[in-house]
């Protein structure tokens, strides 16, 4: 445990880069606000650093007179009394834990950016927002302008010859699709259409053995239907190891920029809500927060918003998340400092 004089020190939790500022009394680990609030440790009775080293200093108290003596009373318990060593040595086995329960993000990150500009004012604007989020996450992106319907699947199919052709030491893949579209579908430049889920099965674990266990993840800026949402007034009251046999669909995020059946929002010369929202979200927490995390924050931003229309009258919009990851996804670059 680190003392209260210590916590001057960085001294950050190893699954959420947060500072260790409580004590988890059931493992007896330094824990961060994320551990208590949703992680391994949310349903442990837990103690702020002050309050867990005046404790510290009392069952020390203890320990000492107890350590000298030849005998105890057999009602005596000891199951308070926890060595040090034994403390250090179980902190150590959490870390390492929570060390599995992160994707390893030392390897190269490449992406691929597929857009149709043609008919979509604003698009431009979310290449270049998108492009400056992966020079800044680390991750080579190949950008291809207004492909054909088929062409999405030929750029697709071109990427994961690429990807495989780097071996084992690719860590991510980052998808970005963004065209008109219905449900299910994306219409390429040239008026054809592609499906979606085709797309997808091209970067799965059994047709992409290079992203095997690694996590792939998917933007999709296109329109899911015709259905437009008003919004409603409303009044509130005052992790285990990798399987040996790894299923077909896992390590897959799948991000959209609106509801299925629901239209998607794109300004002419600032581009789309989602993707503008997304790079500002993630360029200012990569450092801090998981991506969960991140398009949680995403998801609110975005949902808060009053679309304009052209009738003048008023829109919202709710991107959805989708996902199958088995660890935490930080897109911190290997070897950046919190």
């Known amino acids: 445990m680190v003392g209260h004089e210590e916590m001057g020190a960085a001294q950050l939790c190893c699954s959420h880069g947060l500072p260790l500022k409580y004590f988890c009394e059931t493992d007896q680990l330094d824990v961060c606000a994320e551990c208590i609030a949703g992680g391994l440790h949310r349903d442990h009775p837990y103690l702020n650093m002050e309050e867990a080293c005046k404790k510290r200093k009392q069952q020390e108290q203890v320990c ?46 490449l992406a691929l950016t597929l857009c149709v500009t043609s008919g979509r004012a604003g698009a431009e604007a979310d290449i270049f927002a998108l492009n400056q989020l992966f020079f800044r996450l680390g991750f080579v992106n190949r950008i291809v302008r207004d492909p054909t319907g088929e062409g999405f699947k030929r750029e ?8 495989e052709s780097r071996g084992s030491c690719i860590s991510c893949c980052f998808v970005v699709l963004m065209a008109h579209g219905r449900p299910g579908i994306l219409i390429g430049s040239d008026g054809t259409t592609v499906n979606l889920e085709q797309l997808f099965q091209a970067m799965d ?42 299923p077909t669909h ?8 609106s509801q299925e059946g629901y239209v998607s929002y794109r300004s002419e010369t600032e581009g789309s809500i989602l ?38 009258q008023q829109r ?19 070897g950046m400092a919190a």
């Not at 697709?156 to 990807?163: D, K, S, T």
């Not at 896992?250 to 920029?257: A, H, K, P, R």
């Not at 929202?277 to 998801?299: A, N, P, Q, S």
Request: aromatic share 8%.
């Open 275 to 312: 993707i503008q929202r997304l790079v500002t979200v993630f360029l200012k927490g990569f450092c801090e927060f998981h991506i969960l995390e991140l398009l949680t924050k995403v998801i609110r931003e975005v949902s808060d918003i009053n679309i304009p229309t052209r009738n003048q």
């Open 205 to 246: 674990n059994q047709n992409c053995p290079a992203l095997q266990g690694k996590p792939k993840i998917f933007l999709i800026q296109a329109c899911r239907g015709e259905q437009e949402d008003p919004g409603i007034m409303y009044t509130t009251d005052a992790l285990s190891h990798l399987s040996k046999v790894l």
């Open 64 to 109: 000492i007179p107890l350590q000298r003596s030849i005998s105890l009373p057999p009602s005596f318990n000891t199951g308070h009394i926890t060595s040090l060593e034994q403390t250090v040595q179980r902190q150590d086995s959490m870390r390492e834990k929570h060390k599995i329960e992160v994707y390893d993000f030392s390897g190269e990150r």
């Open 250 to 257: 896992t390590d897959s995020l799948f991000i959209y920029s």
């Open 156 to 163: 697709l199919l071109a990427f994961r010859g690429w990807v």
């Open 316 to 334: 919202k919009s709710t991107p959805l998340v989708q996902y199958t990851l088995r660890k935490l996804l930080y897109l911190k670059p290997s």
